[in-house]
T-cell receptor
Framework: QQQVKQSPQSLIVQKGGISIINCAYE??????FPWYQQFPGKGPALLIA?????SEKKEGRFTISFNKSAKQFSLHIMDSQPGDSATYFC??????????FGTGTSLTVIP | DAGITQSPRHKVTETGTPVTLRCHQT?????MYWYRQDPGHGLRLIHY???????DKGEVSDGYSVSRSKTEDFLLTLESATSSQTSVYFC?????????????FGEGSRLTVL
């Protein structure tokens, strides 16, 4: 059973547009929600993360919105650039050791 | 750069043969993980370790074993490889301290089982 559900599977956005990727979870024990970015042939790399005590976190063009009551969180990429084309994974973990990942979203930004 | 090296980076093997993947870290972090990445499934945890000789199963541990005899090395073994184990395998470490939730991944090991 997928602990973290991610959508869409793929996304095509025009340069300058906004990319939005959504994730949902069930386990209310999760207390850390990171997003990872992965380029072809490379390992995933942490992009931005949030803890449930805040509803939004922004780092440059990347924003996480977190809705604790709905058990949903999303990644917004503002002013999307071709260099943002990659696969994005959401994840969730507890203070313990296990991280659960979504199935990934392949983002293509068209020039 | 989190100082993670995976080897081999690519391997082709035949069904039924044993395979060992190695993950080496240079920073002496306590927590190490093995994930597999497959289309449509994302990253799934196979096994993880929280210290020398301390390991535990993840969500897809069947057919895999691990060992950690030294802090810096975490080995993943497929005792008898099957075609369903064709995948890209990633090792990760978790740094403790200020950002206790951050995982750092290696470059991956692509395994093909014929």
């Amino acid at each position: 059973q997928q602990q973290v559900k991610q959508s869409p599977q793929s996304l095509i956005v025009q340069k300058g547009g906004i990319s939005i990727i959504n994730c949902a979870y069930e386990n209310t024990a999760f207390d850390y929600f990171p997003w990872y970015q992965q380029f072809p042939g490379k390992g995933p790399a942490l992009l931005i993360a949030i803890r449930p005590d805040v509803s939004e976190k922004k780092e440059g063009r990347f924003t996480i919105s977190f809705n604790k009551s709905a058990k949903q969180f999303s990644l917004h990429i503002m002013d999307s650039q071709p260099g943002d084309s990659a696969t994005y994974f959401c994840a969730a973990s507890t203070t313990g050791n296990q991280f659960y990942f979504g199935t990934g979203t392949s983002l293509t930004v068209i020039p | 750069d989190a100082g993670i090296t995976q080897s081999p980076r690519h391997k082709v093997t035949e069904t039924g043969t044993p395979v060992t993947l190695r993950c080496h870290q240079t920073e002496n972090h306590r927590y190490m993980y093995w994930y597999r990445q497959d289309p449509g499934h994302g990253l799934r945890l196979i096994h993880y370790s929280y210290g020398v000789k301390d390991t535990d199963k993840g969500e897809v541990s069947d057919g895999y074993s691990v060992s950690r005899s030294k802090t810096e090395d975490f080995l993943l073994t497929l005792e008898s490889a099957t075609s369903s184990q064709t995948s890209v395998y990633f090792c990760a470490i978790r740094k403790t301290g200020a950002n206790t939730g951050e995982l750092f991944f290696g470059e991956g090991s692509r395994l093909t089982v014929l």
